[in-house]
């Protein structure tokens, strides 16, 4: 889902769908209503996520949950997505992802847990998440800025 036209930073093979109108919880309902089967959505704020940390199994679990230090969520799988599963959980809040994973255990599903990441909400986590992944895009291109802002 996206926000605007795709640039020619998207790699092919993707297909982007226009978000809807309405608070976060709204988009990503929708997000996961348009899915077929199994899903995994996972947020842009997070680069320091690995493709090892993606490969997930819906075998042992409906859903698969990961929290961020800051209380809401990087990502989150569903076996079978519902958007009901996700409207009205209070977004951007320091206990949205304890909501949302209760919202999951609450219907009765098996979740398994991914590790607690930090997302970036400012510079401060910025500059902590580069340097979890120091030889990454994203750290260099915090290094250009910060240099040509000095």
Known sequence: MLDGAPGPWLPPGFDVVPQCAGGLDERLADAFARC????????????????????????GCDA??????????????LAEPDPALLRGVPMST???????????????????DLPRLRDVDDACDA????????????????????????
């Open 36 to 59: 077929d089967g199994p899903a995994l959505l996972i947020g842009m704020d997070t680069p320091q996520v690995t493709p090892e940390l993606l490969t997930v199994d819906f075998t």
């Open 64 to 77: 698969w949950f990961g929290p961020a230090e800051d209380g809401g969520f990087w990502a989150l799988g």
């Open 94 to 112: 320091p206990f949205t992802g304890a909501v949302q994973r209760e919202r999951l255990v609450a219907a009765g599903l098996r979740v398994g």
């Open 127 to 150: 500059r902590a998440v580069a340097a979890l992944a120091p030889h990454g895009r994203f750290a260099a291109r915090l290094a250009r800025s910060e240099a040509a802002h000095r």
